[in-house]
Structure formats: C-alpha cells, structure tokens
C-alpha cells in the first residue's frame, strides 16, 4: 500500500510563489515515478510537471515550463514542485500521484495511487 500526503498549498497573489511537498509512506518513493496534477473547478484533472524514479528526467506541462520546478528526495521520500511567478490560472486542487511501470507519465489515468490534494488559489 502507498500512501501520499501533500502539503504547503495556500493564497497567494499573482507573481508570487509556493512549495508543494509530496511525502510518502508506507512505501519507498525510489521504486515510482512521481507527478503532479491539478483541477480547476469544473475542469478535468490535467498534468502538471513529473519526475522519473532517479530525479533525471523530469516533465512539465507547456504552460508552466520556466516557471515550475519538480524534484525528489529519495532518502526522504519526498517530490517537491516549487511553482513561481504564479498566475491565476494555475488556481486549482494540486494532486501528487505515483507511477510504478513505465507509462505515459502525462497520462493520469496510468496512475494508481493519489494524494488527497492541496488548494492553490492565485489572486490577481
């Protein structure tokens, strides 16, 4: 069983940044390949930025690329995603996921274990 707990979600205004952490317990974040997606209020849950099992390849949605950072820790069991010069629109439920197998990491329907999610809310 895997279990993923994020945290550091909030208010912030536009131009501002946040720190997503993503912990995992009851397993060992080495063995998968970490994400993070998000979902605004009525919109579909969308791929946000992922990272494979070692933190050398790493994978970000075009809207947020120069402005988001993945990364890991695997002997703390964490992925993190920093996010700066925040726009409205990256306002939503930011979820972490968690990929065994070698699947389209973009595809979120590849992945079986989630964390309950964090609020973003970017006011401008």
């Known amino acids: 069983h895997v279990h993923l707990v994020e945290s550091g979600g909030g208010l912030v205004q536009a131009g501002g940044s946040l720190r997503l952490s993503c912990r995992m317990s009851?397993?060992?974040?080495?063995?998968?390949?970490v994400s993070w997606f998000r979902q605004a209020p009525g919109q579909e849950r969308t791929f946000v930025a992922g990272?494979?099992?070692?933190?050398?390849?790493?994978y970000y949605e075009d809207s947020v690329k120069g402005r988001f950072t993945i990364s890991r820790d695997n002997a703390k069991n964490l992925v993190e995603l920093q996010m700066d010069s925040l726009k409205p629109e990256d306002t939503g439920v930011y979820y972490c996921?968690?990929?065994?197998?070698?699947?389209?990491?973009?595809?979120?329907?590849?992945?079986?274990?989630w964390g309950q999610g964090t609020q973003v809310t970017v006011s401008s």
């Open positions: 990272i494979d099992w070692g933190g050398a390849y790493t």
């Open positions: 009851e397993s060992t974040i080495k063995y998968y390949r």
């Open positions: 996921a968690a990929l065994g197998g070698a699947e389209n990491i973009r595809n979120s329907s590849a992945y079986y274990w």
